[in-house]
């Protein structure tokens, strides 16, 4: 069994107090840091209205029109659809529903209900970052596992199609936002793993997949055919204990799609669960699925011990 190297009973899988904390508090950081555009548009929007005299003047400032349409609540996707005309008409009325009302504070009543919009653009994001930020990390134990190990891999950036060595990147940051990553066993057998990749043969995307295949192989080509994959994995980032159980039943109803859909394929792909937030009643369930040989790994992403095991275990496959 591959994970008793680094769980030996459920608690082991527990994320501590110390752990969710430290979560929560890297989350709040990198919301900030990506808040700081929005906060810095704020800005300019309102020195661009600081010697307006009327709420009214606001539409002769074509200036601005973007952080009118936002401070009226309407996102980019709706935007679109309203088009230019729409996104007055929203506009006079939020003017004259909202602003003229504020009397001489219409200014601020402007800048504040535009950073609202913004605010819950940025919550829609971070809904996404989380996972990106679990990836990222998983990543970057894969690479240092196969740079100790020393052996020769290649990455997909995220924004690239083309494979290249990371020797290649000038910003080493770069590789934690791989796409895919591809090396050589020991035995000279080819490996890739991707990440975020819809298996047809599940009919969903799959947070981590392993192939036995070179990456020069077309993707479709190779996701294509059941037999080139050697493991498939799911990857729960969120750190709020409150959700864990929730992130838990989604994970296990995607590796029980895997494990009807590989059914009949000898031996089939190992299967594995990564997840940030693990509760003492998830543990046990994993454990035991664990022991049951169901799945065949799993790890806490917040233990550095976990992820270390864990990548040593893929690349090794």
């Not at 680094?6 to 979560?23: M, N, Q, R, Y």
């Not at 047809?200 to 036995?212: E, F, K, S, T």
Request: net charge positive.
């Amino acid at each position: 069994m591959k994970h008793t190297e680094h769980i030996a009973k459920p608690k082991d899988l527990v994320t501590s107090v110390d752990e969710i904390k430290a979560g929560f508090i890297a989350i709040a950081l990198e919301k900030n840091r990506r808040a700081s555009p929005y906060v810095d548009e704020a800005r300019a929007l309102q020195h661009k209205i600081d010697k307006i005299s009327s709420a009214h003047m606001l539409l002769e400032l074509p200036a601005i029109r973007k952080g009118l349409i936002a401070a009226a609540g309407i996102s980019d996707k709706a935007a679109i659809h309203l088009g230019e005309e729409g996104c007055l008409d929203a506009i006079k009325e939020f003017i004259d529903k909202f602003l003229l009302p504020s009397g001489a504070k219409f200014k601020d009543e402007l800048i504040f209900r535009f950073l609202l919009t913004k605010g819950d653009a940025l919550g829609g994001k971070m809904r996404n970052i989380v996972g990106a930020l679990a990836q990222r990390k998983l990543c970057r134990a894969i690479v240092s596992s196969l740079r100790l190990a020393d052996m020769d891999f290649v990455i997909r950036l995220d924004t690239d199609k083309n494979w290249i060595a990371p020797a290649a990147i000038q910003d080493e940051t770069e590789t934690d936002k791989a796409k895919g990553i591809s090396w050589k066993t020991p035995g000279n057998d080819p490996r890739t793993l991707y990440f975020n990749m819809i298996v047809p043969a599940v009919g969903n995307n799959i947070d981590i997949i392993l192939l036995r295949t070179p990456h020069a192989t077309d993707i479709k080509q190779a996701v294509g055919q059941s037999g080139n994959y050697l493991a498939l994995g799911e990857l729960k980032g969120g750190i709020d204990p409150a959700g864990a159980d929730e992130h838990w039943k989604t994970a296990k109803t995607a590796l029980d799609r895997i494990k009807t859909a590989f059914k009949r394929k000898k031996p089939a792909p190992q299967l594995f669960f990564v997840g940030a937030a693990i509760e003492s009643k998830m543990a046990v369930e994993i454990f035991d699925n664990l022991q049951s040989g169901y799945i065949n790994n799993a790890a806490n992403l917040t233990n550095p011990r976990h992820i270390t095991a864990l990548a040593d275990w893929l690349i090794n496959i």
